[in-house]
């Protein structure tokens, strides 16, 4: 029996290495519902592409806050002055990335988007040509819009 390689596929198709997801060029915001937990916790995370944190000067390291709008679908991430209460570290998404990840837990009053007990991941892309993303030194404002994508608990 003869077998196919998928990542030599994937590399053909691409003309990049196979077996590795090509970037995402934008932001990416998940929400995540850690409902198997002994203390059930709510996660979101931003991911923020190489080139939208060149365009604000956010670095790997560097404290920001995350501000949405009353309706919660406009969020910012801005970069904070050293004088200023540091509220989150944005981190490497992994070793090899020049991405950066901003993590952190939801509380009440903090977006989440679909059916509150029943969603587990809630996903939004934001590409860099999108009209809806605007980057400025010191600060990323992005739309979230539909459509979102979800998973669901098994019941």
């Known amino acids: 029996m003869k077998f196919i390689s998928a990542s030599m596929i994937a590399k053909n ?3 990049k290495r196979g077996g590795k997801a090509t ?17 059930p ?8 592409d190489e080139k939208s944190m060149n365009q604000s000067r956010i670095n790997i390291g560097d404290r920001v806050d995350v501000l949405f709008s009353e309706d ?4 910012q991430v801005k970069l904070l002055n050293n ?3 540091a509220r989150y570290k944005v981190s490497h ?20 988007f679909g ?9 939004a892309k934001i590409r ?8 400025s030194i010191g600060e990323i404002c992005f739309l979230i819009k539909d459509p979102l994508s979800f998973e669901y608990i098994n019941e």
């Open 93 to 112: 998404a992994s070793n090899k990335s020049a991405s950066g990840v901003i993590r952190f837990t939801w509380y009440e009053g903090m977006p989440w």
């Open 128 to 135: 860099n040509d999108d009209k809806d993303l605007k980057v």
């Open 23 to 39: 970037a995402f060029n934008g932001i990416t915001t998940t929400l995540v519902y850690y409902h198997n937990r002994n203390v």
């Open 115 to 123: 059916d509150f007990n029943k969603t587990k991941k809630i996903k």
């Open 72 to 75: 919660k679908r406009t969020w």
């Open 41 to 48: 916790s709510r996660i979101i995370t931003i991911r923020l």
């Open 83 to 85: 004088d200023e209460e």
């Open 13 to 15: 198709k691409s003309g």
